[in-house]
Nanobody, 113 residues
Framework: QLVESGGGLVQSGGSLRLTCKAS???????????ISWYRQPPGKERELVAT????????KYADSVKGRFTISRDDAKNSVYLQMDSLKSDDTAVYFC?????WGQGTQVTVSS
């Protein structure tokens, strides 16, 4: 099971930090899993935002968020984070985390202009 949190309403230019928490029952070897954040804007398809690879600081970002978003992980806490800075109205979406084919329920991020 994956559970996202940290979404909310923020003004353009503001910041939010999303957390993806993996249950130890499902992800007993959490460090072995790459975890990704996706988002689905209203009326649009789901898109990849960022990925952090297993046992490595290697990360990958969508061009639209490079330089503004930072993905990180704390394997001791079975958690992955998405720090989102300089938010724009185009970042408004439901944000999901996924790993090992499992998806969380999503958390809503709304950026007001």
């Amino acid at each position: 099971q994956l559970v996202e949190s940290g979404g909310g309403l923020v003004q353009s230019g503001g910041s939010l930090r999303l957390t993806c928490k993996a249950s130890r029952l499902t992800f007993s070897t959490f460090p072995n899993y790459a975890i990704s954040w996706y988002r689905q804007p209203p009326g649009k398809e789901r898109e990849l935002v960022a990925t952090i690879f297993s046992r490595s600081p290697t990360t990958k970002y969508a061009d639209s968020v490079k330089g503004r978003f930072t993905i990180s992980r704390d394997d001791a806490k079975n958690s992955v984070y998405l720090q989102m800075d300089s938010l724009k109205s185009d970042d408004t979406a439901v944000y999901f985390c996924t790993g090992a084919g499992i998806w969380g329920q999503g958390t809503q991020v709304t950026v007001s202009s």
